[in-house]
Nanobody
Framework: QVQLVESGGGLVHPGGSLRLSCAASGSISSINAVGWYRQAPGRQRELVAAITSGGSTHYAEYVEGRFTISRDNAKNTANLQMNSLKPEDTAVYYC??????????????WGQGTQVTVSS
């Protein structure tokens, strides 16, 4: 049906920046909401940022003003620009998309996850 591929993770120093990307492919009619989540060792997965099909955004308070979520509907991609990174941002980041699959229905898909490590 649909697969999501993430890229852009890596190791950065505190105060640095990274841009995560999520690309969807397959039998896609349209994509509704998109969310970026993260999960640190021993922690539950938590929502970092979300964007609706209309472009409305939501951010967790601990990333407000530092992260920006965006999407390109024509390319079926979403991005998370992360600035002023802190050690507390270290986690595996996952992309999630609610996809309207051609001739099927609406389903939620997850990317494979990408590691973000912020350390001096």
């Amino acid at each position: 049906q649909v697969q999501l591929v993430e890229s852009g993770g890596g190791l950065v120093h505190p105060g640095g920046s990274l841009r995560l990307s999520c690309a969807a492919s397959g039998s896609i009619s349209s994509i509704n909401a998109v969310g970026w989540y993260r999960q640190a060792p021993g922690r539950q997965r938590e929502l970092v940022a979300a964007i609706t099909s209309g472009g409305s955004t939501h951010y967790a308070e601990y990333v407000e003003g530092r992260f920006t979520i965006s999407r390109d509907n024509a390319k079926n991609t979403a991005n998370l620009q992360m600035n002023s990174l802190k050690p507390e941002d270290t986690a595996v980041y996952y992309c999630n998309m609610e996809v309207v699959v051609l001739r099927r229905g609406t389903y939620s898909y997850w990317g494979q996850g990408t590691q973000v490590t912020v350390s001096s």
